[in-house]
């Protein structure tokens, strides 16, 4: 087996020194039924040709996004990672190393996650942000129990279209406090917060300033989510938040089916030592360097166990670096730009697709990502396009679709789509004349 | 204090800047089409600054390379953390999570063109339930204290199910933090059961504990101390008896697999580690992937999604009256799940009980050779990790702490440190089995010459250490008590 280095000689002379006959003397505590003295049923081991194979061979009965035009979104997006991000994140250094428990030893790692924390309070325009969270649905979750730590108050209210998923995992997360409820009204005097998503689940981009307001009012806490963390390289900053929760695999991160994704979270200082999650913090050595440290962990599971804020401990740290690595390219310059080109894209996409007869936009605004209401089932829809090679959205209630256009998108990519709608339509109308 | 221009490093030892000090200078490291600064239809004006550094594309290169040098990493030596299993990571297996046909795909794609992504989380869920012996596993927790809350969410809900909400959760003292904080998080108050002067659970105080409240045990076995419980079956039958379950903390799955299967030993739901026992790479902190295991009672309430076979189609069933429900975003982290079926085909059968042996046989060897210098708290064999203390030394002014700082001076990544709480001093040593003969005799002598100097009285070089990595030691009260969280262009200033 190519991974075990002890050959059968090492392993003799071992249990030698360790004074026993067979490496079954040292199971002496297992109680006798639960010893296996036959294998598993499962298969032998293989060699490294085998397993690419047959990996391979799953891989190869998916449809990547590369394979042709690609319009899904809602909360997962398609976009270019350079080849720099992934060479870095493979470098033995940050791939193989653990948790930065001895910082003598872990300052790429620390220094990482301090530019990490650094770009995402600069982004969210919050004072501070954590080490990262699993992902965007339950970084939420968390923002809506730290939300009712911080107040004392049971209530979380959602304003608007909040990603479904996003909800279903708040849901989960409180379903066990029988005093929390998840409600849709305006906040009132037991809320502990109110939560929104910019741009909303349907790609409208919301403005804060009356929420903010509702919150002032009421007592409550503001939780911005972002899911398209490249729309801040356009939108403004959510400042009027105290918490800003969401999504960052737009930067760095393969869409992966999913997962691992990269979750963040920041907010406003004076909710420091309620927040979840790791944090690193600037200090100095013995010799006065500057030097970063895992920080403030009495907030922690390791010390707090039963009353630490959260019981998150590994967290999404490679993909927090690859995020920090495409962010460093990006810069100041090309984040913006990224976010721009985005954003003309979907315009694009919202004009061709406005010609197509019967379908109509009902955004009054986008990023990224709008909905198209067609003369047709979109779940039907989108069934029909896949089998021609178009993942054309993902299919809302009834006739309408969400479309999400990236830097991905070609011109070309769109013009397939407007014709397979057109087609559709037309075929629709036919059959409403019959 | 940052980096002054000449001094950057000596020979291959290297300081590195923040990329925020690199100044903004209008470089760029990408190439992307020019807008065309069309009217915006976002309904807000353009955003004009973000504060984020502008370097080029080698720079950047550069710089995270230069930061990479700073790290430890377990392809650059020894890592033996306790409880962490940081074994070798194979690139095979970041070479088959990167094809475009597992990278490249979206969760919410129609069903037919994921089937391969499908048939991997479906084959992965087949390969833990043979493992465990439990016959129904989810991917979707994100890592391992993920595993633990939708574990002991579900075990809520088969109390739900049967009518009676019960309060409590019993834990024992040597439990990992994330057990008792998972156990909070679900809503329950935790009890904690001592240990006996032998480093496992006291049966009689758990018994005196167990009444018709208690929801649930959460066990780490082998448990933290090395140990492997040894009248476990007992402490599951007498559980089972009072109507609780039987939790189990998969962290140590490593001294087990392919060889025990926690089902024999009266488990009812476990986690599973796969960044430990599946070497899927640690990454600096994560991702991880904490899939559970739970026995054919409690699958009906797993979380969503689930995956069915029908024929020869997979299917993702997204909504389930009884599901305690979603737990995470979208399908779990799929990518930690092709990673580790590479890792179990790699293996086999055969392969996986030969890890759990090496391992065990490594701890073992260490333990053996470590005796005559360094206290031992508990008596007999260890499971794949073995326990020591600092008991012997610190009367010489040696702590655990002096110790492991030694080691990083000496070129080893020390060990776990003052964990389990249960012992004073402790130092949780998890060689793992892709380490060689030689390389535990390295460290083996590494710790036998600490022993030495201690007695030599030379504590104050000890005390001292270390010296030669990229940082002494840290000032960590300072960074507690004046938290500076990110940078500014003020903090460079001064």
């Known amino acids: 087996m190519r991974y075990l280095p002890l050959t059968p000689r090492d392993r003799t002379e071992m249990l030698k020194s360790i004074g026993v006959k067979a490496v079954d003397d040292l199971y002496v505590s297992v109680p006798k039924e639960a010893k296996l003295s036959a294998l598993i ?37 398609n976009h270019h990672i350079p080849a720099t991000v992934d060479h870095l994140i493979q470098r033995s250094e940050f791939l193989t190393s653990y948790t930065p428990y001895q910082p003598e030893i872990s300052q790429g790692t620390l220094t990482a996650i301090f530019e990490f924390q650094t770009i995402i309070a600069n982004l969210t325009g919050m004072d501070i942000a954590n080490a990262s969270m699993y992902d ?9 129990l730290m939300a009712k730590r911080v107040t004392g108050r049971a209530n979380i209210h959602i304003h608007g279209a909040l990603h479904p998923q996003y909800r279903e995992v708040i849901e989960t997360y409180i379903r066990n406090y029988s005093d929390v409820s998840v409600k849709t009204s305006a906040p009132d005097a037991n809320a502990a917060c109110v939560i929104v998503q910019t ?89 006065g360097r500057r030097s970063f440290v895992l920080t403030l962990s009495t907030r922690e599971q390791h010390i707090r166990r039963e009353k630490a804020t959260s019981n998150i401990c590994t967290n999404q740290g490679l993909f927090a670096l690859a995020f920090t690595i495409h962010m460093s390219l990006l810069g100041e310059i090309g984040f913006k730009k990224l976010a721009r080109l985005n954003h003309e894209r979907a315009c694009l996409l919202a004009d061709r697709l406005s010609k197509v007869k019967n379908i109509k936009l009902p955004n009054k605004s986008f990023f990224n990502e709008f909905v198209v209401e067609l003369p047709v089932s979109a779940a039907q829809t989108v069934k029909e396009l896949a089998a021609k090679g178009i993942i054309a959205g993902y299919p809302l209630a009834g006739n309408k679709l969400l479309v999400a256009a990236t830097e991905m998108t070609s011109e070309a990519d769109i013009e397939v789509l407007a014709g397979a709608l057109e087609k559709l339509s037309a075929t629709a109308r036919t059959k409403e004349v019959a | 204090m940052t980096v002054s221009e000449l001094d950057k490093g000596r020979g291959l030892n290297v300081e590195e800047n923040l990329l925020f000090e690199k100044g903004t200078n209008g470089a760029c490291g990408v190439d992307l089409p020019e807008p065309k600064n069309t009217p915006l239809r976002t309904g807000f004006a353009a955003r004009d600054y973000v504060g984020l550094p502008e370097v080029s594309e080698p720079q950047v290169m550069r710089h995270f390379v230069r930061l990479s040098k700073l790290n430890y990493a377990i392809d650059s030596g020894l890592y033996p953390l ?54 129904h596993v989810t991917l979707n927790p994100a890592a391992g204290a993920h595993g633990e809350f939708a574990g002991i969410m579900v075990i809520h809900r088969a109390h739900e199910a049967k009518g009676k909400v019960r309060k409590t959760v019993l834990i024992p003292d040597s439990a990992h933090g994330t057990n008792p904080a998972t156990a909070a998080a679900c809503g329950y108050e935790t009890k904690t059961i001592p240990s006996t002067k032998d480093g496992t659970v006291d049966v009689d105080a758990f018994k005196s504990m167990l009444n018709d409240d208690v929801a649930a045990l959460m066990l780490t076995n082998p448990n933290t101390c090395g140990l492997f419980e040894p009248r476990v079956k007992e402490i599951a039958d007498v559980l ?76 993702l069933v997204t909504e389930d009256k009884d599901s305690i429900g979603r737990l995470k975003g979208f399908n779990g982290q799929f990518g930690m799940a092709v990673r580790a079926l590479a890792y179990m085909m790699s293996h086999g059968s055969d392969g996986l009980r030969q890890v759990a042996e090496d391992a ?93 100097q201690t007695i030599a009285g030379n504590s104050a070089a000890l005390q001292n250490n270390p010296v030669s990595s990229p940082r002494r030691r840290l000032d960590e009260v300072q960074a507690a008590r004046n938290p500076v969280l990110k940078w500014t262009a003020k903090d460079t200033a001064a």
């Not at chain 1, 049923?41 to 998916?62: C, F, R, S, Y």
């Not at chain 2, 053996?368 to 008991?391: A, I, W």
């Open chain 2, 360 to 452: 065990v046989l490594n701890a073992n060897y260490i333990l053996s050779q470590l005796r005559d210098q360094y206290h031992v708290p508990f008596p007999g064999h260890c499971m794949h990790e073995c326990l020591l203390t600092d008991k012997l030394q610190k009367d010489k002014g040696v702590t655990t702490n002096d110790i492991a700082k030694t080691l990083i001076e000496y070129g080893i990544h020390p060990m776990t440190v003052y964990f389990p709480l249960v012992v004073q001093g402790a130092m949780l040593i998890e060689p793992t089995e892709t380490e060689t003969k030689a390389s535990l005799d390295h460290f083996i002598a590494v710790m036998k010459m600490i022993a030495e």
């Open chain 1, 41 to 77: 049923d499962l298969p032998a081991h293989q060699g490294e040709i085998e397993v690419e194979k047959a990996l391979t061979l799953m891989a190869q009965k998916n449809h990547p996004a590369a394979n042709g035009p690609f319009f899904l979104g809602a909360g997962c997006y």
């Open chain 2, 240 to 315: 089972h008896k009072a109507g609780a379950y039987f939790y189990c903390d998969g962290a140590n799955f490593n001294a087990l697999v392919g060889r025990i299967r926690p089902a024999d030993f009266g488990v009812d739901v476990m986690h599973f580690n796969l960044h430990k026992t599946f070497s899927t790479p640690h990454g600096g902190g994560g991702p991880g992937c904490g899939p559970i295991a739970v026995s054919a009672e409690l699958a009906p309430y797993l979380p969503v999604p689930k995956i069915v076979k029908e024929k020869d189609a997979y299917k």
């Open chain 1, 136 to 144: 965007g649905a339950t970084a939420t979750a968390e923002a809506a």
């Open chain 2, 82 to 135: 306790g409880s962490c299993t940081m074994k070798h990571n194979p690139r095979l297996n970041e070479k088959v999570s990167r094809l475009p046909g597992f990278a490249g795909i979206h969760p919410l794609q129609p069903e037919g063109t994921i089937q391969g992504a499908l048939e991997v989380i479906y084959t992965v869920q087949q390969w833990l339930a043979k493992l465990s012996g439990l016959p």
């Open chain 1, 199 to 287: 741009p909303d689940f349907h790609g409208e981009p919301q403005a804060l300033a009356a929420l903010r307001k509702q919150c002032d009012e009421s007592g409550a806490l503001l939780v911005v989510v972002v899911n398209e963390i490249l729309s801040l390289g356009l939108l403004p900053a959510p400042v009027e938040a105290d918490i800003v929760a969401g999504e960052a695999q737009s930067i760095g991160v393969p869409m992966s089916f999913g997962g691992p994704h990269l979750g963040f979270f920041a907010c406003r200082k004076q909710y420091l030592r309620q927040m979840p999650g790791r944090l690193c913090g600037e200090t100095v050595d013995k010799d």
